[in-house]
């Protein structure tokens, strides 16, 4: 029971609360506090007092709705950003499913291992199972440090992108780790 519990944990971290961060909410497909949003393949960035930021697959920037010229280099990191955001979505769904099919899996185990009286396999089987899940979360954690790092970069190199650049803090990345191992 305890692999069931962990797995559970470990699946309503990836949407959970971390201090005032929501690192990702499925629900609404927005991670960091609705801070990016996917919709439409678009990736909107929201902050505060700032106009939207939107980026396309093309690496194309517009904020406030007016297209923002960008070199090749910073479009190459705009795709990268784009591209990791579609793959914090992707491995968010694994991960769900993963968790689903555990759950599924775990009832089986705790009724067959009553049935046999052998209690000790429901948390091995469980446990060995949950390993899926946390491998499947702790993607979406190098997918969000990988924006982190495209987004320090642009932050850099392309000044109209400064008031987005701290939509993902080091703490997200941090909390988003600990969160899946646990």
Known sequence: MIGLLAMTAL???CGKESGSTNVISFRSGSMVNGGITLRNDEVTLHVQSTPDAV???AG???????STTV???QRALLQDYYHN???VNEHGILTGKAGAAIAGQAIKSVVKGIASGDTDSID????????????EA?????DLANIKTAQDSLAVQLAAFKPYAGIIK???LTDCTSDSKN
């Open 11 to 13: 699946i309503a971290g």
């Open 55 to 57: 980026i396309n697959a």
């Open 60 to 66: 194309d920037l517009s904020i406030d709705q007016r």
């Open 71 to 73: 070199s090749a280099a």
């Open 85 to 87: 955001v579609l793959a």
């Open 124 to 135: 091995k089987d469980i446990n060995a199972k949950s390993r899926k899940v946390t491998q």
């Open 138 to 142: 702790l993607k979406i954690c190098r």
């Open 170 to 172: 080091a703490d997200n």
